[in-house]
């Protein structure tokens, strides 16, 4: 019941961190500020973000429960602290306040944090590890189109 339990706190916050987002990006990418952004030709069709996003943190929360599980350190706490805060922050950045290249910073450093998450903690989750592989794939994406736009805009 502890796993269960675990999943469920972490599909609250991971849920919770993604209705934040959206409420920090303010509609923008509606806008014509977004709109006129010279975008990568790889750019995915706007639908395919919410479907990425739920996948991701639906796994990422299955992911967190496992580990919390196994490992209740609190360094483990503090680095998903740190993934919740620079997750959150970019839309605010980017979208929000238009900040291109602080928000290629954000996404590089909360790509490195999911990093870190798969190659300190593979050891202990085995191919539980797989579970996390959905959001640095993503990230790894993300963080080319925001570069694209830094850098053609």
């Given amino acids: 019941m502890k796993l269960v339990k675990g999943i469920i ?3 609250i916050i991971n849920f919770g961190a993604l209705a934040m987002g ?5 509609n923008e990418p509606q806008t014509t500020w977004y709109a006129s952004l010279n975008k990568a030709p790889w750019t995915p069709p706007g ?3 919410g479907v ?12 967190m ?3 919390y599980k196994l490992k209740t350190e609190a360094s483990i706490l503090v680095l998903f602290s740190i993934q919740f805060v620079l997750n959150v922050s970019w839309n605010f950045l980017f979208f929000n306040k238009h900040f291109i290249l602080l928000g290629l910073i954000c996404i590089l450093l909360l790509t490195l944090v999911v990093a870190k ?3 300190d903690y ?5 191919y539980k590890s797989l579970l996390i592989l959905p959001y640095l794939v993503w990230l790894c994406i ?12």
């Fill in 117 to 119: 998450f798969l190659f």
């Fill in 52 to 63: 990425a996003w739920s996948t991701i943190m639906l796994c990422f929360s299955i992911y």
């Fill in 122 to 126: 593979k050891a202990t989750l085995k």
């Fill in 9 to 11: 706190i972490f599909l």
């Fill in 65 to 67: 429960a496992y580990l």
């Fill in 47 to 49: 639908w395919l973000f």
């Fill in 142 to 153: 993300a963080t080319s189109l925001n570069a694209y736009i830094f850098i053609y805009n």
């Fill in 22 to 26: 959206t409420l920090l990006m303010n």
